[in-house]
């Protein structure tokens, strides 16, 4: 079935570092990516997101690179501060565009 | 707007109650989720509908249901509950794009 994989699990950098996260997807009819950030103990919350037909988009300091032919996709931080840390969710949309399956996410720690 | 809300925040319940998770969104969405999220994990999806009247199976359908009788309104029923029911519930909405969802603030669960 449909599948999206996340790496790394975790991740750790000190304030002012780049962080990347990267997601493979199994469904070649997916056209829609979005990342979500979870703050502990709260909702989900769309911070970026890309359609098939672009291959980049970024948005201050928060880039997401989109490679079809590869069925993958990665989030990039550059500048990263202590509010960044939080669990990152990459996702992918199926069943004909009317569902999202996620990865499992990344838990981005930033040390100042 | 209040957006998506849910009630209750937190429940707990005995092996084989049953009880219904409420869900409502005010922006006029006809696309309505439920997830749940189990600790370090992501989000699997357990039905989801498309307007009211039309509700579908998700990735973890089992052990639940759900109705649609309005467009705001999208209670998800557990009967007989188990301790694999133990999770954070979240529902979610989006527009006619069917990109962006927007969740509500989580459901916590406990069934012991």
């Known amino acids: 079935g449909e599948n999206v994989e996340q790496h790394p699990s975790t991740l750790s950098v000190q304030e002012g570092d780049s962080a990347v996260i990267k997601c493979t997807y199994s469904?070649?009819?997916?056209?829609?990516f979005p990342w979500y950030k979870q703050e502990l103990g709260k909702r989900p919350q769309l911070i970026i997101d890309?359609?098939?037909?672009?291959g980049e988009k970024k948005d201050q300091r928060i880039a997401v690179t989109l490679n079809k032919t590869a069925k993958h996709f990665s989030l990039h931080i550059t500048e990263t501060q202590p509010e960044d840390s939080a669990v990152y969710f990459c996702?992918?949309?199926?069943?004909?565009?009317?569902?999202?399956?996620f990865g499992k996410g990344t838990t981005l720690s930033v040390s100042s | 707007n209040a957006g998506v809300t849910q009630t209750p925040k937190f429940r707990i319940l005995k092996i084989g109650q049953s009880m219904t998770l409420q869900c409502t969104q005010d922006m006029n969405h006809n696309y309505m989720y439920w997830y749940r999220q189990d600790p370090g994990m992501g989000l699997k999806l357990i039905y989801y509908s498309v307007g009211a009247g039309i509700t579908d199976k998700g990735e973890v359908p089992n052990g639940y249901n759900v109705s649609r009788s309005t467009t705001e309104d999208f209670p998800l029923r557990l009967e007989l509950a188990a301790p694999s029911q133990t999770s954070v519930y979240f529902c979610?909405?989006?527009?006619?794009?069917?990109?962006?969802?927007?969740f509500g603030p989580g459901t916590r669960l406990t069934v012991t």
């Open positions: 979610a909405s989006s527009g006619p794009q069917r990109g962006e969802q927007y």
């Open positions: 469904d070649s009819a997916s056209n829609y």
């Open positions: 890309i359609r098939s037909n672009v």
């Open positions: 996702a992918a949309v199926y069943q004909a565009g009317t569902a999202l399956i």
